[in-house]
Nanobody, 120 residues
């Protein structure tokens, strides 16, 4: 089994910063990609940012220039540095990973979610 454990959410004022972390553990053969989605009540989950094992990154247009995704392959951990936060960034943020757990077999895994609230 593979688990993703998130940390780093909280309350921040507009213009402030937060850093989210997500560590993968368990039976991990290879991590293809990790990233972050977010979801507000009543809305679909949307991609925020993702990064592949080769370092290719993808960002939602709404966060480009403000958020930076990075990963530590040795620690199986992905980070999301969020700067210049806006009230509309308020959401539950979910970590995900596309992970091989045995040769030729992979799954997509999700963290439990961490609340990010941007408010004065």
């Amino acid at each position: 089994q593979v688990q993703l454990v998130e940390s780093g959410g909280g309350l921040v004022q507009p213009g402030g910063s937060l850093r989210l972390s997500c560590a993968a553990s368990g039976t991990i053969l290879h991590i293809v990609a990790m990233g972050w989605y977010r979801q507000a009540p009543g809305k679909q989950r949307e991609l925020v940012a993702s990064i592949t094992s080769g370092g290719s990154m993808d960002y939602a247009e709404s966060v480009k220039g403000r958020f930076t995704i990075s990963r530590d392959n040795a620690l199986n951990t992905v980070y999301l540095q969020m700067n210049s936060l806006k009230p509309e960034d308020t959401d539950v943020y979910y970590c995900y990973g596309r992970i091989y757990y045995s040769p030729g077999r992979w799954n997509e895994y999700w963290g439990q979610g961490t609340q990010v609230t941007v408010s004065s």
